[in-house]
């Protein structure tokens, strides 16, 4: 075949996993070429978002896929993209305005400062689909790998391909702290061939190893240990009490973020958060006591903008409700909030698996990797929340054992790579290291079938991996987890190969090492806009 590479911002370490399939394709009798963006293009997504001029484009270009030797890199400044095919809308970077802006409200994407950047990103936008069109056609690509495809100008190369008619999957950087995420003929926030393995995994047992690896994820939460994740939260926390009186049920409620899914395609379900929260607390009857526990990243200051429109959102329903609203910069923790409540309803984000795996009664409201697994009751969509109620009829270990699978399949093998890929350590997860073993053949099946095939297909016959790794879970033997996936891990053996990370060119490998002393991706400040 030959494949095409497009990486776009060059947030860590996407360009690197981009280019790392890439040689791999090349290795295994592909024709590879990819495509830099070179400043082709008036304005994007990552300047928008920490507030560069047009030189922000010079590390950019050095940083991405240039910064990796040994596939062809062709620039788009050779394409003319004179006229838009089409197939392209404006509404396609609105994803991104949502995502620069963080706006929940809908409402409010109609006002002057939203509407001014939506004209800015729309027309660079669909230059860039005019050249990947133009690239596409001229190299007789077969499919190409993008990374992320939702912002901006990575929308425009998928739906080019799209246009093009050739298949493609977009990349993005594990969940967790091994892998690579494969997702075949859609963006990066497409959920349906993690549901389609969510359901053929979701009533097979955990193997030994697995088990472990899923708990690890818990137990590493609760000892407040390092992850090798984008983001993690309110390191300093302390327990709190709840903060409201009850005579009934006491619900805690995890907001996340919607503004990167909402109106995306897959996310059709997607409706009021607020609403839906309402009509649980309705069902539950008379006297619950609701406690909303802002998210930690409307407390931070990302590239320059604050959470405060996403705080507000729902600091301002809370109040007309009569709900306790925790703010996002609150050090209350989250988990001894979680402990303390009846009924926990996820909108998404990582509470609610979080909160099955200590046995709680959860509810997902939004669209999410666990939401089918039986480890929680599944209430997305209006009218859906009685029948999802029955999950407080389900054993608490059997709350635990559901979303223990649903985190392995998760992590493990709807991520792709996991033995092959880590990070490397003191880089933030922003350096990965790659077993020279690993091939393509996991990216040409699922290219080829359009669904993301599993990882890591093994199962147990029986469950008794399982209930040891509950017994301890419910025994709190937190550290003894972490050890026994630590065991597992050294236990792992492999067929050949070493673990070497990719060669750098010297201008990248400059920029690189001045970039690992500052924060990471949208972390950099920029000006105000």
Same mark, same amino acid.
């Given at each position: ?55 922000? /484009? ?23 993209? $004179? ?12 994803? $991104? ?7 929940? #409200? +809908? ?47 990575? &929308? ?18 594990? $969940?967790? #702290? ?8 859609? #963006?990066?926030? =497409? ?24 708990? +690890? ?24 009490? %709840? ?23 897959? %996310? ?9 929260? +309402? ?37 301002? %329903?809370? =109040? ?12 209350? +923790? ?22 099955? /795996? ?33 999950? &407080? ?132 400040? =920029?000006?105000?806009?």
């Amino acid at each position: 075949m030959n494949i095409g590479l497009f990486a776009g911002p060059t947030f860590r370490p996407h360009p690197e996993h981009v280019s790392w399939l890439g040689q791999l394709a090349k290795a295994g009798g592909h024709r590879v070429v990819g495509l830099s963006c070179d400043g082709a293009v008036s304005d994007c997504y990552g300047r928008a978002l920490l507030g560069r001029s047009r030189m922000g /484009c010079v590390p950019c270009s050095l940083a991405g896929l240039r910064a990796y030797p040994g596939v062809e890199i062709q620039s788009a400044r050779t394409l003319t993209g $004179s006229s838009t095919p089409s197939g392209w809308r404006d509404a396609e970077v609105l994803s $991104s305005v949502r995502t620069i802006l963080r706006e929940e #409200d +809908d409402l409010r994407l109609g006002g002057p400062e939203a509407t001014a950047l939506l004209s800015r990103l729309a027309a660079p936008a669909a230059q860039m689909y005019a050249k990947c069109c133009e690239w596409i056609q001229r190299e007789r690509l077969d499919a190409v790998l993008v990374f992320n495809g939702r912002m901006d100008v990575t &929308r425009a190369a998928i739906r080019a391909a799209q246009h093009c008619g050739i298949r493609f999957a977009t990349i993005e950087r594990a $969940s967790f #702290d091994t892998g690579v995420r494969v997702t075949p003929m859609t #963006d990066c926030n =497409s959920l349906r061939s993690e549901h389609r393995l969510q359901a053929i995994f979701r009533d097979d047992p955990l193997l030994a190893d697995q088990a472990a690896f899923a708990a +690890d994820f818990i137990a590493r939460r609760v000892m407040r240990m390092p992850v090798s994740e984008w983001r993690s939260y309110n390191p300093d926390r302390v327990a709190a009490e %709840w903060p409201h009186p009850s005579t009934g049920a006491r619900v805690l409620v995890g907001p996340s973020s919607q503004y990167e899914v909402r109106g995306e395609e897959g %996310w059709e379900e997607l409706g009021d958060m607020r609403q839906a929260v +309402d009509e649980v607390v309705e069902r539950l009857g008379p006297g619950a006591s609701v406690v909303v526990r802002g998210h930690p990243v409307w407390g931070e200051t990302i590239a320059g903008a604050t959470g405060e429109s996403a705080a507000r959102y729902y600091r301002e %329903w809370c =109040s007309k409700r009569g709900y306790a609203f925790v703010e996002p910069d609150s050090k209350a +923790d989250t988990r001894s909030l979680m402990m303390q409540a009846d009924v926990v309803l996820a909108t998404g984000g990582t509470i609610g698996i979080e909160a099955a /795996c200590a046995g709680r009664a959860v509810l997902a409201l939004a669209p999410c990797y666990y939401q089918a697994s039986g480890a929680v009751g599944n209430a997305v969509g209006r009218g859906s929340s009685e029948s999802a109620l029955m999950i &407080r009829q389900v054993a608490p270990r059997e709350r635990i054992r559901h979303a223990l699978r649903a985190i392995y399949t998760h992590a493990y093998r709807t991520t792709q790579y996991c033995r092959y890929t880590r990070p490397f350590p003191g880089r933030q997860g922003a350096e990965w290291e790659y077993r020279s073993d690993a091939d393509f053949s996991q990216v040409e099946r699922a290219l080829m079938s359009g669904f993301t095939q599993a990882d890591d297909e093994r199962v147990a016959t029986d469950t008794t991996a399982e209930d040891a790794v509950i017994d301890s879970m419910q025994g709190e033997h937190w550290r003894e987890l972490v050890d026994d996936a630590q065991r597992h891990r050294r236990e792992q053996s492999f067929s050949g190969g070493e673990w070497r990370r990719l060669r750098l060119s010297i201008p990248a490998r400059v920029l690189l090492s001045v970039r690992g002393r500052l924060p990471k991706g949208d972390r950099l400040r =920029s000006p105000k806009r």
